[in-house]
């Protein structure tokens, strides 16, 4: 265990940033195969809702209390918010996708800053 106490978790997850996997596409077959591929894990992904590729998600190992927190939907990035619990401590990991900015998405870096 480590010092913080939440050495359980390093070996067990997996957060992705601009996963590609969508609903309009071959997305679907995608995460079953992950599923079907990992059997002992739990993905969990939100996609775009706007514009196919993208989206976000965690890959956990199996046994642990996982809650989604509420999101809120952003023009300029993003993210899946957990909460995750093991050994009666939680940890909240969060991963954020900001998509480069680009004339074709008409993001500009000064939006960001």
Known sequence: MSILGFGWLADCSCLYTETWLSSRSNGNNTIAEIINTLADFVFLH???STVTGGGVG???RN???IKQNETSEFQLFEYIDLS???YKRTIRPVSIYRP??????KLSSSMFF
């Not at 480069?100 to 998405?105: R, V």
């Open 84 to 86: 995750i619990t093991s």
């Open 63 to 65: 046994g642990f209390e």
């Open 46 to 48: 939100i996609q775009r």
């Open 58 to 60: 965690i890959l956990l």
């Open 100 to 105: 480069t900015p680009s004339k074709k998405n």
